[in-house]
């Protein structure tokens, strides 16, 4: 949510009524001194608050949305750590893959047979690209195909280290 309440897409569109309000639950936790982590991609994500002026300043409707309540697309909710990606699923896909990894946990690691499940649900479910506004199986412009092939690179990273660390 931006300072207003208002939750925008990446052409700083009013998104409310289809988003989960997520904001209340990191604000709750950072009441609990549980600790947090945000990853984007575009700058409407949640912790990107972290980097609001950036984001005001140098992505397009960051400042002035496209929905007329004044309030731009930067987040007002912080977190602890921000992460960036170039897409924020291959973020926590590269994130997910490296704590498995040192954990030791297996089943964690990114797969992509489980990713192409969830891709296919997503669809069956009517849940649209927040870059395309359709409901077509990609992920933030990317399509299917570029999904899995990430999936694959990361569960392989992962893999290699535990090869070695067994």
Known sequence: MNEKGVIHNMAGKDTNAAQA?????????QEKRIWTLGIGDGGNEIGMANIADCVR???PFGRECACGCGGGLAPSTPVDLVMTAAVSNWG?????GML?????MIE???DPAREKRVLEASVAAGFHDAMYGEVC???DGS???TQLAIVQLMQDAAMQYFKRNV
């Open 100 to 104: 498995a990894s040192i954990s030791r």
């Open 137 to 139: 199986g990609s992920v």
């Open 108 to 110: 964690a690691v990114p």
């Open 21 to 29: 309000k997520l904001d209340a639950i990191f604000r709750l936790a």
């Open 57 to 59: 300043d140098s992505i």
């Open 92 to 96: 926590a896909y590269a994130l997910s």
């Open 143 to 145: 399509p299917k195909e």
